[in-house]
């Protein structure tokens, strides 16, 4: 059984940080490109980050590159994302999802899923 269990969200300032954790059981890990994804509500789900499954180059969507940085630690069957200099548009939902072999930003293309966490972006 395959389970992505996502953490680390939460209240921060502007220009503040957080790092997202997706701990992974239940698949070869390597085999398996992971992404980000976030949803705001209201808001159909946005792809932010992706990563292959021998963390090679990463890939992001525009707005968040140059402040969120996606990194995997195989060892440990998990996938990171530091998010830096966070702004109020980013408050959403964040959840991870798997796919095997390439990574893709649409949502469809993704097997598993975790059930989310909570990032809120407020002063």
């Known amino acids: 059984q395959v389970q992505l269990v996502e953490s680390g969200g939460g209240l921060v300032q502007p220009g503040g940080s957080l790092r997202l954790s997706c701990a992974a059981s239940g698949l070869t890990f390597e085999s398996y490109a992971i992404g980000w994804f976030r949803q705001a509500p209201g808001k159909e789900r946005q792809f932010i980050a992706a990563?292959?499954?021998?963390?090679?180059?990463?890939y992001y969507t525009d707005s968040v590159k140059g402040r969120f940085t996606i990194s995997r630690d195989n060892a440990k069957n998990t996938v990171y994302l530091q998010m830096n200099s966070l702004k109020p548009e980013d408050t959403a939902v964040y959840y991870c999802?798997?796919?095997?072999?390439?990574?893709?930003?649409?949502?469809?293309?993704?097997?598993?899923w975790g059930q989310g966490t909570q990032v809120t972006v407020s002063s």
């Open positions: 990563i292959s499954g021998s963390g090679g180059i990463p």
């Open positions: 999802a798997a796919k095997l072999h390439i990574y893709s930003h649409y949502v469809a293309a993704y097997d598993y």
